[in-house]
């Protein structure tokens, strides 16, 4: 099993920037791709930004250019820099991991992130 464990959430202005953290531990060994997805209220979850394991990432559209996906050297740790945050980015945020070859996929508790017009 892969435990995820977000970190870095909170209220910021809008204009304002927040890191987010997430932690993976237990058995790491297989992840493929790791990423970060959000969800608000009466919405459907979306993916924000995502990270393979060679470091090719991708963006949704509405974060290009204003959020930034990592990973530390050793890929335990993934992180989005969010920068010039906007009201439309108030959402809960989940630390996702996939393995591709056993079709597994791990999600996180959240990180609430509320960003104030």
């Known amino acids: 099993q892969v435990q995820l464990v977000e970190s870095g959430g909170g209220l910021v202005q809008a204009g304002g920037s927040l890191r987010l953290s997430c932690a993976a531990s237990?058995?790491?060994?297989?992840?493929?791709?790791m990423g970060w997805y959000r969800q608000a209220p009466g919405k459907q979850r979306e993916l924000v930004a995502e990270?393979?394991?060679?470091?090719?990432?991708n963006y949704a559209d509405s974060v290009k250019g204003r959020f930034t996906i990592s990973r530390d050297g050793a890929k335990t740790t993934v992180y989005l820099q969010m920068n010039n945050l906007k009201s439309e980015d108030t959402a809960v945020y989940y630390c996702?991991?996939?393995?591709?070859?056993?079709?597994?996929?791990?999600w996180g508790k959240g990180t609430l992130v509320t960003v104030s017009s």
């Open positions: 996702n991991a996939q393995k591709i070859a056993v079709r597994g996929d791990y």
């Open positions: 990270i393979t394991s060679g470091g090719i990432t």
């Open positions: 237990g058995i790491i060994f297989g992840i493929n791709v």
